[in-house]
């Protein structure tokens, strides 16, 4: 029997299929399930006299059982999970040659393998998982797959290399808000799915139409469309003109980081050596004042000294604009912020981490600084683990026991062997921090007018490489160079040997007391 007997039913099929279901989309996928399942059962069939009558009672079995799995609403498409694109075995039939025409045929009649390949390529579900979410057949998923792309690869001929190679971003926020997992999620949860984050890549640099951005992620427009539908939403793009649509937020890549590698150490070689021996000459100090220092020596407290020198020049002494973040759909003030780099290339910056018991004691706050050479990232404590630590500090004991046994858990809290407990992170009272200030502002402040006139002339350079529509963004981070260009001299130091490595697990935060408050 040839298969290509298939090929003349296959507009009567379809005619067969609109006369048994309420819709086309219906009609599509039913007059699909038909001729598959003929193409499955085929070479069963040995009389070719008798191929009509079969057919037709292949249609009507197909079509009983495809009104009994109407009543299962199919699942709604999420993009949650980015997998790198798999690997499919091909068919071994010995007929898949003529079969694979017969395929890209019966693709024509519907739309529902484009459901698969979003399923497929952006949700990275296997064709197992796809089978058991759409209800149908797993050798049903691997054709409409295959016939899918092939399907695609015509109607846009001019589709990008990229299409169907999604790319993967890590998205945050930069600004502040309150937020509470229960109450009011992370704004990046509302477009932190792969194919959202496709079309902010691409239409990142310049503005897109909904057509262009198709090809380029490699799926059909009425799926875009729905996506800036909600991006536009939750303010993550703009409509830049009629029809053309750009990402409102920086997106970090390699291309900043390769600027930076460049350029930043050669532009601070001038007062490189000047600032080397000042934070040298700061720490030595900064280790008379009685403070609380958790246990650590010079050679890790070294590296929290010298951020929070800069930190405290950045405040007083640069001159850089700092426009402040617009209210956003939530209430908060903030903007997103993604990044694609690969690592292979070191960007400047400092992560600056910052909180307060505001809503609870309103004394003290937790600063942390990532991202400096050698250092470990850590995160920024909760106001209530500000709470049991201020207690502990300051009272050597707590009455929060759930607050306390989470602050425990992630380790800011040790409890010794006697029963007593250990704040793992350095504490300096007002009276404290006042003493460092004075000491940088001998120190360091001297050096600052040279480091600004050079921090100035790289941010310049910097600024150009963000898309003009994000100026407040680019000023935002060039800001924050004053601080980032410490990771700088931090980097050269250790590599011509002028400081000494921290320990393995040494991280840079602090606790301070930025109001007085009973018992001090």
């Not at 609380?292 to 407290?301: C, M, P, R, T, V």
């Not at 201020?390 to 026991?401: A, H, M, P, S």
């Not at 006139?453 to 800001?479: I, T």
Request: net charge negative; charged share 30%.
């Amino acid at each position: 029997m040839k298969p290509d007997i298939i090929e003349d039913y296959i507009e009567k099929v379809y005619g067969y299929a609109v006369n048994h279901t309420y819709s086309r989309e219906e009609a599509d996928e039913l007059s699909q399930e038909i001729l598959l399942t003929v193409i499955r059962q085929l070479p069963k069939l040995r009389d070719e006299s008798k191929f009509e009558p079969w057919l037709w009672g292949i249609a009507h079995n197909t079509t009983k059982a495809f009104s009994r799995s109407r009543g299962k609403e199919n699942a709604l498409y999420s993009y949650d999970v980015l997998k790198d694109m798999p690997y499919e075995e091909s068919d071994e039939s010995e007929n898949e040659e003529i079969y694979d025409f017969l395929r890209t045929k019966i693709a024509m009649l519907s739309e529902i393998y484009r459901d698969i390949i979003i399923l497929y390529y952006y949700d990275g579900l296997s064709v197992k998982e796809i089978s058991e979410k759409l209800n149908v057949p797993e050798g049903t998923v691997t054709w409409r797959l295959s016939a899918g792309r092939k399907k695609l690869k015509k109607e846009f001929d001019d589709m990008n290399e990229t299409a169907l190679r999604p790319v993967r971003m890590r998205l945050n926020i930069n600004g502040c808000g309150d937020y509470d997992e229960k109450k009011r999620p992370f704004p990046t949860v509302y477009i932190d799915d792969a194919l959202s984050q496709n079309i902010l890549y691409y239409a990142y640099e310049k503005p897109s139409t909904i057509e262009e951005l198709a090809k380029l992620c490699g799926v059909p427009a009425y799926y875009i469309e729905d996506k800036i539908s909600r991006l536009l939403q939750y303010e993550a793009m703009t409509e830049a003109g009629k029809g053309k649509y750009q990402t409102d937020f920086v997106i970090l890549s390699d291309t900043y980081a390769i600027y930076c590698e460049n350029n930043a150490e050669k532009t601070l070689m001038p007062v490189m050596e000047k600032l080397i021996a000042a934070l040298k000459e700061i720490s030595g100090q900064a280790m008379k004042l009685d403070f609380y220092k958790a246990e650590k020596n010079e050679k890790d407290l070294f590296y929290l000294f010298g951020a929070l020198a800069f930190s405290y020049a950045s405040e007083k002494y640069c001159a850089l604009p700092y426009p402040w973040f617009k209210k956003r759909f939530d209430g908060n003030e903030w903007s997103y912020i993604g990044n694609m780099e690969t690592g292979r290339h070191k960007r400047v910056g400092i992560g600056v981490q910052h909180s307060a018991n505001l809503g609870s004691r309103g004394c003290c706050a937790h600063k942390v600084f990532n991202f400096i050479p050698g250092t470990a990232s850590r995160q920024m404590m909760y106001a209530d683990y500000i709470n049991v630590c201020q207690d502990i500090l300051f009272d050597g004991k707590t009455d929060e026991i759930d607050a306390l046994a989470y602050a425990i858990s992630d380790g800011y809290i040790i409890k010794r062997e006697d029963g007593s407990f250990f704040v793992t992170t350095p504490a300096f009272t007002i009276d404290q921090m006042e003493r460092f200030y004075e000491i940088v502002e001998t120190v360091l402040i001297p050096h600052i007018e040279k480091y600004a006139e050079l921090v100035y002339q790289f941010a310049d350079g910097y600024k150009r490489l963000f898309p003009k529509h994000l100026q407040e963004d680019a000023d935002r981070m060039c800001q924050q160079l004053f601080v980032g260009m410490y990771t700088v001299i931090v980097a050269y130091a250790q590599r011509t040997g002028q400081i000494e490595m921290p320990a393995e697990h040494c991280w840079c935060d602090v606790i301070y007391q930025f109001r007085e408050f009973d018992g001090v």
